[in-house]
């Protein structure tokens, strides 16, 4: 499946998660076609990236940009080509409702309130996904439980009633040490922000550094309460995280 087997430096446990990503890689590719990897160019969504292209997979990796990233996560898209040899597909918002948007309420109006950081984000990140993932079985991410506490049951599986399709969480189980020990055993390029103290990168406007201590997505939409930070990318309908618990109801 792999190119070349795990590096023995990533020890016993880590090696085992890594086989076992492996293999679950190549279960969904040959169950659930056409799937995507929806990537946001993250550590984690990075080793999805590399398994699925180390093993030649036929699973679109597919990501969104939503004209406020960071240049350095821009040339993370570049860096994959380079590494690959392989484009992953970019989708971006529609461009009518970016200037709708802007001209009522101003290019910065989602630090004003909740509501309107929402409603940009539906914009720029929600809908192209929408279109992304139509006509597709099943999409991947790179959440872990780990990430915040309103991640902390996510599942390794579940159904997307938003999408009306499967969603798998491979890395759901790994932490942060194990991801990057993965990145730095396989030469995976990464966000050069991550060397600055980001621990979580979204737009620029939306994302700062972490102090020591912090939770990992504490730098993203931080002037909100944490309960409220996500951009709905991964809500159902009731506009919560889907548990583990409630993954296969």
């Known amino acids: 499946m792999r190119a070349e087997n795990p590096a023995p430096s990533l020890g016993a446990g880590l090696q085992a998660k ?48 939503t004209g406020r990233l960071h240049g350095d996560t821009l040339r993370v898209i570049e860096a994959i080509r380079e590494r690959y040899g392989r484009s992953i597909t970019v989708y971006r918002p529609d461009p009518h409702a970016v200037f709708d948007y802007v001209s009522v309420f101003g290019r910065d109006a989602f630090y004003r309130s909740a509501s309107l950081r929402k409603r940009c984000c539906e914009i720029r990140k929600v809908e192209p996904l929408r279109r992304a993932l139509a006509g597709k079985r099943a999409w991947l991410t790179g959440l872990r439980r780990g990430q915040s506490a309103g991640r902390s049951e996510v599942p390794a599986r ?55 201590g912090e939770d990992v997505r504490a730098g993203r939409w931080w002037w909100e309460e944490p309960e409220s930070r996500e951009c709905g990318l991964h809500l159902g309908p009731d506009g919560r995280l889907v548990r583990a618990n409630e993954a296969s109801a």
Not at 39 to 49: G, K, R
Not at 160 to 177: Q, R
Not at 184 to 200: D, H, I
Request: hydrophobic share 45%; charged share 20%.
């Open 18 to 65: 890594v086989e076992a990503l492996d293999r679950a890689l190549v279960e969904i590719a040959a169950t659930q076609s056409p799937a995507a990897l929806a990537s946001s160019l993250s550590i984690e969504d990075m080793v999805l990236t590399d398994a699925v292209f180390r093993a030649g997979l036929p699973i679109e990796v597919l990501t969104l940009d």
């Open 158 to 212: 579940g159904f997307d009633p938003v999408h009306g399709i499967e969603k798998f969480n491979p890395l759901a189980g790994w932490s942060e040490p194990e991801v990057w020990s993965y990145i730095r055993a396989f030469a995976v390029p990464y966000n050069a922000l991550y060397e600055q103290g980001y621990r979580s990168i979204g737009c620029a406007p939306c994302t700062r550094p972490v102090t020591p």
